[in-house]
């Protein structure tokens, strides 16, 4: 699954939902993210550290979907990305 999001103060909102990276997904992330003035972005992999507004932060370990933290709520109220735990010290 791929989803969009999008920010709603006071947290993150999946605007949309796709089954696959189709070229339908890819065009509306591209539009999305032009109206919506991101600078940057990129997919959220393995060894990131995900922060949340409580400012909570877990590293993303492995995508095993039975994990406690593999559900929709651990990418709900993110504040901020770290692409290494290096980078959030």
Not at 15 to 41: F, H, I, M, N
Request: include cysteine.
């Amino acid at each position: 699954m791929y989803h969009l999001w999008i920010w709603e103060e006071p947290s993150w909102r999946v605007l949309a939902t796709y089954p696959t990276a189709s070229e339908a997904y890819r065009q509306a992330l591209d539009k999305l993210c032009e109206r919506e003035g991101v600078a940057e972005r990129f997919r959220v992999r393995q060894g990131c550290v995900i922060e949340k507004v409580d400012g909570t932060r877990f590293q993303v370990r492995n995508f095993d979907r039975s994990e406690p933290w593999m559900r929709a709520a651990s990418f709900q109220d993110i504040r901020r990305v770290y692409r290494s735990p290096l980078n959030a010290m």
